[in-house]
């Protein structure tokens, strides 16, 4: 689900970049008054946790296996905003470190995951939780639920942000996503069903500290609602007319437009002195291999010249070295 | 068995890992933006760039192989992209037949799409080189320059600082899990019950490593205020950039608002 950089077009990348901020500054406020001078040392730690919680799987079929990515897990013992600040640490550290997801899509994938995934994992637990009227099998349903939606609302995000782009067809794309994550959100919401069973009974206290007064998060439980529905109706929609996608996406894309008008106002203006595009192309494989050529010599040349100095200094260093050694 | 092999860093001397972090971090965000913004089809454009990211690879001497190797493992999203082949409308280029299905490959449906894959195997490339050439605390520092609040800059401290031992202990979860549930060889001979019960034991690790995540923290915080911290990050304030690191980033950023410029005028 981590989007790597040149799929999303500049302005889906920027616009999200944006939301994310916002958000993510808003959490590091929140979780600042509540957490006070533990929110380093707890959110950096749980983010490892999460970032290690990765790593168990569990064999599904056919040599494929299901693991876990912590959403609603982080959100349902954490609450909202320290599970926005966890998931974007480990979001981060992903896209910085082992390149998973990149880093101008960083903006995205930290929406996604981060927050919504988030949202939507908050407005169905406590939902759920509050129907069941505080009976044991809400916190499992619950954190079934939270975890399915949350894994699949977010592939549903993911997919209209490519359709937008303009990357992958909203028809194809849109039903794929949603069918695969559909299988894989089970097996999150069976590992998230896992893990509170066992907190549960390891230590109940956290599980109920995560479900604290509802009403404090009554604007992440409307946001939550909100983001599920519009993209829960938004998708099929954009499935059945990809046209009506396209049109946003050229509304959207005004980096896009502008560049073309501007393609437009000089036709066929290539370099200057060279006439067609293929010739420019074949100059630019020469400049590109000697560019390259160029560099490699300059390396293998210093460190001929680094190599040879060193074996001089040793040549140097090699009296002092015996008299150090006759003392 | 320790998880050192997460850490992509690999230590070395060569003028790219000499760089400054700062340097290095905008640079790569310049370049990573540079591709997104190179309009599809601009391929004398694409050469130059791809020409320049091998030149800094080669220059770090991180080794070409290691570099490319790991750009392909970022390659499956590819497929995301795949379909635009057929539906971008345009000239037919290729008719497939399979069985009933017709499929149509589009000129233009085919330009994008390999412009989209060449695009995010440059764009990985310079995030690898990045990664590799510059240890985490200094991308720390480059972080806290551009900006990024330093609460944050600290919480990914802390989470990179314990991340290996965290996953030591998931590793060591995994073990404990394998001994107990008799693993086979047979691929035919599943380990332990059905998959509900597979799904609810891995729940169950997840659980305890959190558990165990909450506790540590508790002793890390105590530990951090014995130590005299009182909620507020203090940091060492920024070196200085020296001249020779203003001019390669005015240089990089130079080369790359050239390329750029020139790309529109090849953009498709």
Not at chain 1, 30 to 58: C, H, S, T, W, Y
Not at chain 1, 70 to 96: C, F, K, N, R
Not at chain 1, 150 to 168: F, G, H, K, P
Not at chain 1, 310 to 327: I, M, T, Y
């Amino acid at each position: 689900m981590h989007i790597p950089d040149g799929f999303l077009s500049v302005s889906v990348s920027v616009i999200l970049w944006i939301v994310s901020i916002v958000v993510v500054g808003y959490a590091l406020k929140r979780v600042g008054k509540d957490l006070g001078e533990r929110q380093v040392p707890m959110m950096g730690m749980l983010a490892a946790a999460i970032f290690a919680g990765q790593m168990l799987n569990f064999a599904v079929a056919g040599g494929t296996s299901g693991h876990l990515m912590g959403a609603a897990l982080a959100t349902i013992l954490l609450g909202p905003w320290a599970a926005v600040l966890v998931l974007t640490s480990v979001v981060s550290i992903q896209a910085l470190i082992f390149q998973d997801g990149g880093l101008l899509a960083l903006g995205a994938n930290i929406f996604n995951m981060g927050i919504v995934g988030v949202a939507v994992a908050f407005m169905a637990y406590h939902t759920v939780k509050k129907l069941a009227g505080g009976r044991k099998w809400g916190l499992y349903l619950g954190g079934f639920i939270a975890a399915w939606l949350s894994i699949e609302v977010a592939a549903l995000s993911v997919a209209l942000q490519l359709a937008l782009s303009n990357t992958s067809p909203a028809n194809l794309a849109i039903p794929a996503m949603a069918g695969v994550h559909a299988l894989i959100g089970t097996g999150e919401g069976l590992i998230t069903v896992g893990a509170l069973a066992f907190l549960s009974t390891a230590r109940r206290d956290l599980v109920e500290a995560g479900e604290a007064d509802p009403i404090k998060g009554s604007l992440v439980w409307v946001a939550g609602l909100l983001i599920a529905l519009v993209l829960a109706i938004a998708s099929p929609l954009a499935s059945a007319r990809p046209d009506g996608l396209e049109r946003i996406a050229g509304q959207l894309g005004f980096l896009d437009a502008a560049r073309a008008s501007r393609s437009q106002i000089i036709p066929d203006y290539v370099l200057p002195g060279v006439s067609n595009t293929a010739l420019a192309t074949i100059l630019a494989g020469i400049i590109g291999v000697l560019i390259v050529f160029g560099v490699a010599l300059a390396v293998g040349y210093t460190r001929r010249s680094v190599y040879r100095s060193e074996r001089r200094s040793e040549h140097l260093s090699e009296r002092p070295d015996h008299q150090a050694s006759s003392k | 068995m320790h998880i050192h092999f997460l850490d992509p860093y690999r230590s070395g001397n060569s003028l790219i890992h000499r760089l400054d972090p700062r340097v290095k971090l905008v640079l790569a965000l310049a370049f990573i933006l540079t591709c997104a913004l190179t309009p599809p089809g601009a391929w004398p454009i694409y050469i130059l760039l791809f020409a320049s990211i091998l030149a800094i690879e080669i220059l770090s001497a991180l080794g070409l192989g290691y570099v490319l190797k790991r750009a392909v493992l970022a390659f499956p999203f590819v497929l995301a992209a795949l379909p635009i082949i057929f539906t971008t409308p345009g000239t037919v280029w290729q008719e497939l037949g399979i069985s009933r299905w017709e499929l149509i490959i589009t000129l233009p449906g085919l330009v994008r799409f390999l412009s989209i894959a060449f695009k995010s195997w440059l764009s990985v490339q310079a995030a690898i080189v990045l990664a590799a050439s510059t240890p985490f605390p200094e991308l720390l520092v480059a972080m806290r320059a551009v900006r990024i609040p330093r609460l944050l800059v600290a919480i990914f401290g802390l989470m990179w600082r314990y991340l290996f031992v965290l996953a030591d202990e998931a590793l060591r979860l995994i073990r404990a899990r394998a001994a107990r549930s008799g693993n086979s060889n047979q691929p035919s001979i599943k380990a332990g019950r059905d998959l509900v019960w597979r799904a609810r034991v891995t729940g169950g690790m997840a659980g305890n490593l959190f558990l165990r995540a909450l506790e540590r923290s508790d002793r890390i915080y105590l530990a951090m205020v014995s130590r005299g911290y009182d909620g507020e990050v203090r940091t060492l304030p920024l070196p200085a950039i020296t001249s020779a690191n203003w001019l390669g980033l005015l240089a990089g950023l130079a080369i790359l608002g050239i390329l750029l410029s020139l790309s529109f005028l090849f953009g498709s």
